[in-house]
């Protein structure tokens, strides 16, 4: 089975950084994904990591360590609009995408 | 740049009875893929769809869902004889490459309300 945990609510202030956790038990593992979803509306693809090691695109960062079933999501110089839940999914099947519930983020002034 | 796009954006129906849900994947584009999403829980994978034919599907997707690619463009889900339950939004999404999982592009949803 997949089981995937990531915390449920975070809060980070305007222009700072912030990590978000997810660890991960899977039968199988081909990558790891970070989605961005705002409320109502459909995720946005941020990164998908299939080897150890932190990938950095512009303001967002994300790290993996399969040993260890662990990912984070590093977001810097926060903005307003970051606001937002983030999504750890993971593809562990033939095809299978589990995702997690996600961590709400609120960037405040 | 182009887009997975999904009709309806919304479709309300009477329980019991049968939906499509049509999504147009990015046109070269080999994988698809169904999600639903009920308010306020996370997204689940239904169905994932190469080759013409279902290649994985998770214990959600039943005898009551179908899905297939009637004109080689729509990519439709077919919920029959629906529920309450079923209410959610269906997410599609597709994929370019050839390897098993890559970048996953998101429909806008169909928001499914059964009364």
């Known amino acids: 089975g997949q089981n995937i945990d990531q915390p449920t609510e975070m809060t980070a202030t305007e222009g700072a950084i912030v990590q978000i956790n997810c660890t991960y038990q899977?039968?199988?593992?081909?990558?790891l994904f970070w989605y961005q979803q705002h409320a109502g509306e459909a995720p946005t693809f941020l990164s998908y990591n299939v080897l150890d090691g932190l990938e950095e695109k512009g303001r967002f960062s994300s790290f993996l360590s399969r040993s260890k079933g662990y990912s984070y999501l590093l977001l810097k110089e926060l903005q307003m609009k970051d606001s937002a839940s983030y999504l750890c999914a993971v593809s562990g099947g033939y095809q299978k995408v589990t995702f997690g519930t996600g961590t709400k983020l609120q960037v405040i002034p | 740049e182009p887009e997975v796009t999904q009709t309806p954006s919304h479709q309300v129906t009477q329980m019991g009875q049968e939906v499509i849900l049509r999504c147009v994947p990015i046109?070269?584009?080999?994988?698809f893929y169904w999600y639903r999403q009920i308010l306020g829980q996370k997204v689940e994978f239904l169905v994932s769809f190469y080759n013409n034919e279902i290649s994985e599907k998770s214990e959600i997707f039943d005898d009551q869902f179908s899905v297939e690619r009637p004109d080689g463009s729509n990519f439709t889900l077919k919920i029959r004889s629906t529920k309450l339950e079923d209410s959610a939004m269906y997410f599609c999404a597709t994929h370019p490459s050839g390897r098993r999982a890559d970048t996953q592009y998101f429909g806008p949803g169909t928001r499914l309300t059964v009364l």
């Open positions: 899977t039968s199988g593992f081909n990558g």
């Open positions: 046109s070269n584009h080999l994988y």
